[in-house]
């Protein structure tokens, strides 16, 4: 008797040549590290990233909340496969210079991972020719 194991899928697998970010509890992928906006976030459990898209992310009610920058109207968004709540989404900013943030997403770093690609360095040969032009480069 042949026992049949469930894999888990998810709705989006990202390029495996891009670097990416996952959920840290599932490993879903979460973002391109191309729709990286910004690192300079805050989140209720410390730093958070700002995306302009996310995949296999699920989306709560909106509601409005006073934040860091003033008052937005903000949706929990929860991971597709585990259902652990991930950070944000804003829905609508009152203020205008929070205007940009707009449709994008917050992801605390305490739920995601590096994925694909990060630990990829040139070869070192590479590494030494670089350092050689530096080094006969002109100072001015």
């Known amino acids: 008797m042949v026992k049949m194991t ?38 209720s459990q410390g730093r958070a990233y700002l995306f ?39 829905e609508h900013a009152f203020e205008s210079s929070q205007k940009y943030k707009e449709g994008k997403f917050i992801i605390e770093l305490a739920h995601m991972i590096k994925d694909n690609g990060w630990d990829v360095r040139p070869p070192p040969d590479a590494r030494r020719r670089r350092a050689a032009v530096v080094a006969r480069a002109p100072l001015f």
Request: some cysteine; charged content about 20%.
């Open 6 to 43: 469930k894999s888990k899928t998810f709705q989006a697998y990202l390029p495996t040549c891009h670097r990416t970010y996952s959920c840290i509890h599932c490993r879903a992928h979460l973002a391109n590290h191309d729709e990286l906006i910004s690192k300079s976030f805050q989140g």
């Open 52 to 90: 302009n898209s996310v995949v296999n992310v699920g989306c709560g009610p909106a509601e409005e909340r006073v934040l860091l920058t003033g008052l937005h109207a903000v949706a929990d968004i929860y991971c597709e496969n585990c259902k652990t709540t991930l950070g944000w989404k804003y």
